[in-house]
Every structure is written in C-alpha cells, then in structure tokens.
C-alpha cells in the first residue's frame, strides 16, 4: 500500500487541519472534535444543516460548508459513521434557536448515530428534524422500505436545501423541500478498480485486467454486477437506460447531469463520461439545463464514476443557481 500519509491513526486530524486552514476564511475547526462549522455561525434566524459521515469522501462532507450551503459536517474515521459526542458539540455551536436540519445518508450507522443526538438535543430544548437521501439505484427497494444508499446525489441535496436555509427558511419548509429534490433524485456508479482503506492496507476486493464493477457504493465496496470492459459509449448507454427507467424520469423533459469521479478517473475520461451522457439525453429530447463535473464524492482512490439525474423545475433550479462559497462545489 503506498499512501502519502503519516499514519492511519492521525489521517482524518491531520486532513482536517489542512481543509482549515486553506479556507480558514469560510470554515473553522470546533475545538476538540472533527467537526467543521461556518466560521459565522451561529446565523441568527436561520436554520442550521448538518452532515456527516466517514472519511474517504472528500470533498464531501467538509468541501460543502459555507454560506448558501452547509453550516456543519462531523468527519469520522474512514468509511465509518462519526462521533456522537461531536456531533452534539457541532448542533450546540450552530444552533441559532430556529432549529437543526440533519442531511443524512441512508446508512444504517449513520442514520443511528444523528437519531441518537437528535433524541439527546431534544431533551435540551434544542429542536431539530431530519432528511435521509437514498439515490443509489443499484440497490433496490425491498417490500416498501427504503434500502437504497445515499451516494453522490446528496451534495445535490446540500445545495438545495443550503440555499433555502440562506433564504431563510422555516425548519418545516426545509424538511419539505429536501424531501422533493431527494424523490427526483438519481445515481448510478461503477468501479474500475478498487480502494485501499489506510488501517487495513488492502483493497476491499479485486477485479480481473478486463472486469469492472457496476452499482458500486461510496464504500469500497463491490457492485452488483461484474462485467467485461466495455467502451465509453457502449458502458455509459447502458447505465444511463437504468437511471432513466426510474420512474421519476418517465416524464421528465429537464435535468442536471452530474459526472462524478470516484478518486482515480482523469478528467479526460470524466469528459468522456460527459458527452457521452449528454449526447444520449439529447437524443431523448431531455434538456441537460445544468451541467457537473468533478469530484463531489469520492472513495478514496478507487478508479470509476457515477451518473447523477436531478429532474428540474423552476423552483429546483432556483436554489442550484442561488449563489455559495463553499469551497467545493462547483458548476
């Protein structure tokens, strides 16, 4: 394992003391934990929004605090959810008195973990809601509940909601508009390779020269489906024909496209990724109104992307055009 680190045990501190302070102008480190908040928060009348997760997704989650976005993100250790006790003394830094929206993933740790707190805030009088996101649609959905991870589509959510929460929304408002921009959002990812988690020292599975893996996470784990290498053209048609037979697209005549890259894709081939994604929509007669592409979440340094859709309306598109300095966002 090569890595450009000092140890596994000091990797999220450290890492988190670089972000500080690169953007010491935008974010501050609360002292004591791995969470990150606006370095002008408390924002009296407004609503704070919290994420989290493990590390390994940069620039998620840190990269989206600011303003017009996120006010706080906890950072646990690799690929594992955060800390409870940080992400109690986070929602006590921010919390302005209108309340705390927490943006989750659909992880079970997670999903505990932020419950948890909440239940413990409320017994201090602090009052909060949350929202999960679940747009990963290489996992399915299992006798009506809910088993889809929540992967690249969430930075999408951070912005929609970070705006509204700028705007000044109420916590109910909010709830409600994370909870449409989440139904009408998509993703679908693939590997080339695997990654290596630091503690471990070893990738979390191998692929044959000419394998790759479709419907992979944001965890280092493996797909759903282990293929043959295919061409750009060929591999991005058949991805893209899954996310549009969700049946939130079925009517859809507007989207964002977001090309994400998992940690190792060169932008060369993300760009392929691209138009090879928005050549196909156009066929369709789908108009691609708003455009993405980078690395918005990441693991670690496996070779691979995912495809975001977000279906648009006025309103949508309203907040993803709403201005934010958040370091990592970007379109």
């Known amino acids: 394992m090569k890595k450009i680190i000092n140890s596994p045990e000091t990797l999220v501190d450290e890492m988190l003391e670089g972000f500080v302070d690169l953007y010491a102008d935008i974010v501050a480190l609360v002292p004591g934990t791995r969470a990150i908040k606006r370095k002008d928060a408390p924002i009296s009348g407004k609503v704070a929004l919290i994420t989290g997760g493990g590390s390994g997704h940069e620039p998620a989650h840190a990269g989206f605090v600011g303003p017009g976005m996120l006010t706080g993100a906890i950072a646990g250790d690799v690929f594992t959810a955060p800390?409870?006790?940080?992400?109690?003394?986070?929602?006590?830094?921010?919390?302005?008195?209108?309340?705390?929206?927490?943006?989750?993933?659909?992880?079970?740790?997670?999903?505990?973990?932020?419950?948890?707190?909440?239940?413990?805030?409320?017994?201090?009088?602090?009052?909060?809601?949350?929202?999960?996101?679940?747009?990963?649609?290489?996992?399915?959905?299992?006798?009506?509940?809910?088993?889809?991870?929540?992967?690249?589509?969430?930075?999408l959510i951070h912005k929609i909601v970070g705006a509204g929460a700028d705007e000044g929304l109420s916590l109910n408002a909010l709830k409600d508009l994370g909870e449409k921009a989440i139904a009408r959002v998509r993703t679908y990812g693939m590997a080339l390779s695997p990654c290596v988690i630091p503690a471990r020292g070893e990738p979390n599975f191998t692929l044959g020269p000419d394998e790759i893996e479709i419907g992979i996470g944001i965890h280092g784990e493996p797909g759903v489906e282990r293929v043959k290498m295919q061409d750009a053209h060929t591999l991005v048609r058949s991805m893209m024909d899954k996310l549009l037979k969700e049946t939130v697209f079925a009517d859809a005549k507007e989207v964002?496209?977001?090309?994400?890259?998992?940690?190792?894709?060169?932008?060369?081939?993300?760009?392929v990724v691209f138009k090879e994604s928005i050549s196909y929509l156009k066929e369709l007669g789908i108009e691609v109104s708003r455009k993405m592409v980078g690395e918005y979440m990441t693991s670690l340094e496996m070779g691979g992307f995912s495809i975001t859709l977000l279906k648009l309306d006025e309103e949508l598109k309203h907040y993803i055009d709403y201005p934010t300095r958040a370091p990592a966002w970007r379109i």
Not at 93 to 121: H, P, Q, R
Not at 256 to 271: D, I, K
């Open 83 to 155: 800390s409870l006790e940080h992400t109690l003394e986070l929602s006590k830094e921010v919390y302005s008195g209108e309340g705390i929206l927490y943006i989750i993933k659909n992880y079970a740790g997670d999903i505990l973990m932020f419950e948890t707190a909440m239940e413990m805030l409320e017994d201090e009088g602090i009052k909060s809601d949350k929202i999960i996101v679940h747009d990963d649609i290489a996992v399915d959905e299992e006798d009506g509940e809910i088993k889809r991870r929540g992967v690249a589509g969430t930075v």
């Open 256 to 271: 964002l496209l977001m090309v994400n890259g998992m940690g190792a894709t060169p932008l060369m081939e993300l760009f």
